[in-house]
């Protein structure tokens, strides 16, 4: 089975603080995703990457940053944490998308971490 | 314009019995995936079916089957029977060639399995 796993489950911290949320997945997957999820707005793509040291920002980039040192670990950074980055964070990994849009690939979620930014 | 759009945000079914959960999407790509997951209580995204844009049949998973309809850009998710199990968010997404293979997710609709 694909195994995504993220570092915390809960977090809380302070405005201001620099936060590190870290995902790790098992399966070789080349690509790997961050979202946030909030009530009513369902998930958002924060960024992504096929590769290792390459990202592509998603639809809400802006005020973080992501490292992707080695294949199976995918770091999201929150700079300078704020309230209203106060989340549910996802990470995700899926095979390499090329293969084409309407390949069954799926991506593989990990259980996610709920962020409170006091 | 919403690439998914699911318009109950909240849906109850009695225990036994099968739901229907709407999803519409936009497109004008002639290749495209579309995938429902699940998301219990305790929060990761479940897999739950997935229905490819040039499939004939529509596509089954045990309880779960998708009611494709290309032409009025549908892709329902039928649960039979449901169970109490069965409550949690469900999300309708979808994969085109032109977002670079990413998923679109749309906003959910949370399903209340009643005993």
Wanted: glycine content about 8%; charged content about 25%.
């Amino acid at each position: 089975d694909v195994k995504v796993t993220q570092s915390s489950r809960y977090l809380v911290k302070r405005t201001g603080e620099k936060v590190f949320l870290e995902c790790v997945q098992d399966m070789d997957h080349e690509n790997m995703f961050w979202y946030r999820q909030d009530p009513g707005l369902g998930l958002r793509l924060i960024y992504f990457s096929y590769d290792v040291k390459m990202k592509e920002k998603g639809d809400i980039p802006e005020g973080y940053s992501v490292s992707r040192e080695k294949k199976e670990r995918f770091s999201l950074i929150l700079e300078s944490a704020s309230t209203n980055q106060t989340s549910m964070y996802l990470c995700a990994s899926s095979r390499i998308w090329a293969l084409g849009a309407d390949s069954t690939d799926t991506q593989y979620f990990g259980p996610g971490t709920r962020l409170t930014v006091l | 314009a919403q690439k998914i759009t699911q318009t109950q945000p909240g849906m109850f079914v009695q225990e036994k019995e099968a739901v229907t959960l709407d999803c519409t999407y936009d497109t004008s790509d002639q290749s495209y995936g579309l995938f429902w997951y699940k998301q219990p209580s305790s929060g990761e995204m479940i897999f739950l079916i997935y229905q490819g844009s040039y499939d004939e049949q529509n596509a089954t998973e045990g309880r779960y089957s998708l009611n494709f309809q290309k032409a009025r850009k549908s892709a329902n998710l039928v649960i039979s029977a449901s169970q109490l199990g069965d409550s949690a968010m469900y999300f309708c997404a979808m994969r085109e060639m032109r977002s670079q293979g990413n998923l679109i997710f749309g906003k959910g609709t949370k399903l209340s399995v009643k005993p």
